[in-house]
């Protein structure tokens, strides 16, 4: 199985570390993220592993040079013309990805000891195109689903902002861990195209295809998008 590591984001919450380098070269007890992550993937033997880059892309390119991809197999998708954000930046990477076969992707600056077994174990007993990771942490930004994890819509508690793909009452809000596995059929089902979120992807299939939450509340997850997220991060990932 292929894993793609989204790293291309221009962390400009992470300033002023994002002036002069890309987030995923942030380091956290020793590690930069994009390390973090690619050993992630290598405890469920998750080797081949896609990067994209766009922000300082020649010190993500020379770190995974320099450190031999730590151990992983990766393949460079470039972004440095247009940063194209999830959904674009997955639909360009299309070409890297064996035919046919499924795969993960994840976020750089996600920390996260979600296991990836019990996340696939999942998706595949319910039959689901896309299956994601998500918890009942505090955020802005939720995924809202039905009684059965069954994705429905979108709200952002903060501008009150709301999309709705399937109505029904009762809908839970959950936070997105964005460790996703994906059927490979998603790249003929993605209806956009350039610069696009994964958000409006799933939201897109969502009234006509299965997608699902993987509730994995009690794990250890750090969004490490500002600074000061850094503290947090080390003190639980040593």
């Given at each position: 199985?292929?894993?793609?590591?989204?790293?291309?984001?221009?962390?400009?919450?992470?300033?002023?570390?994002?002036?002069?380098?890309?987030?995923?070269?942030?380091?956290v007890n020793g590690?930069?993220?994009?390390?973090?992550?690619?050993?992630?993937?290598?405890?469920?033997?998750?080797?081949?592993?896609?990067?994209?880059?766009?922000?300082?892309?020649?010190?993500?390119?020379?770190?995974?040079?320099?450190?031999?991809?730590?151990?992983?197999?990766?393949?460079?998708?470039?972004?440095?013309?247009?940063?194209?954000?999830?959904?674009?930046?997955?639909?360009?990477?299309?070409?890297?990805?064996?035919?046919g076969e499924r795969?993960?992707?994840?976020?750089?600056?996600?920390?996260?000891?979600?296991?990836?077994?019990?996340?696939?174990?999942?998706?595949?007993k319910n039959n689901?195109?896309?299956?994601?990771?998500?918890?009942?942490?505090?955020?802005?930004?939720?995924?809202?689903?039905?009684?059965?994890?069954?994705?429905?819509?979108?709200?952002?508690?903060?501008?009150?902002?709301?999309?709705?793909?399937?109505?029904?009452?009762?809908?839970?809000?959950?936070?997105?861990?964005?460790?996703?596995?994906?059927?490979?059929?998603?790249?003929?089902?993605?209806?956009?195209?350039?610069?696009?979120?994964?958000?409006?992807?799933?939201?897109?299939?969502?009234?006509?295809?299965?997608?699902?939450?993987?509730?994995?509340?009690?794990?250890?997850?750090?969004?490490?998008?500002?600074?000061?997220?850094?503290?947090?991060?080390?003190?639980?990932?040593?």
């Amino acid at each position: 199985m292929k894993a793609m590591i989204f790293s291309a984001g221009l962390g400009t919450r992470f300033k002023p570390w994002t002036n002069e380098h890309p987030k995923a070269l942030a380091i956290v007890n020793g590690k930069s993220l994009l390390h973090r992550n690619i050993e992630y993937l290598q405890q469920y033997g998750i080797k081949n592993v896609i990067v994209n880059v766009h922000h300082f892309p020649e010190q993500i390119i020379n770190a995974i040079k320099t450190n031999k991809g730590w151990g992983s197999n990766i393949i460079i998708s470039d972004e440095r013309n247009e940063l194209l954000e999830t959904g674009g930046g997955l639909l360009k990477a299309r070409h890297l990805f064996a035919p046919g076969e499924r795969f993960i992707t994840c976020n750089v600056d996600i920390l996260t000891d979600l296991d990836i077994n019990d996340l696939i174990s999942f998706h595949e007993k319910n039959n689901a195109l896309i299956s994601f990771g998500i918890t009942d942490r505090k955020t802005s930004r939720y995924f809202l689903f039905d009684e059965n994890n069954r994705l429905c819509g979108w709200r952002n508690t903060k501008t009150g902002e709301e999309k709705i793909a399937v109505q029904k009452p009762g809908l839970v809000q959950m936070a997105y861990s964005c460790v996703v596995v994906f059927q490979p059929e998603i790249f003929s089902l993605i209806p956009f195209t350039g610069k696009f979120s994964l958000v409006d992807v799933y939201l897109a299939l969502a009234a006509d295809h299965i997608i699902l939450g993987y509730d994995h509340s009690g794990d250890m997850l750090v969004d490490v998008g500002k600074p000061e997220s850094i503290v947090i991060a080390e003190s639980i990932f040593p």
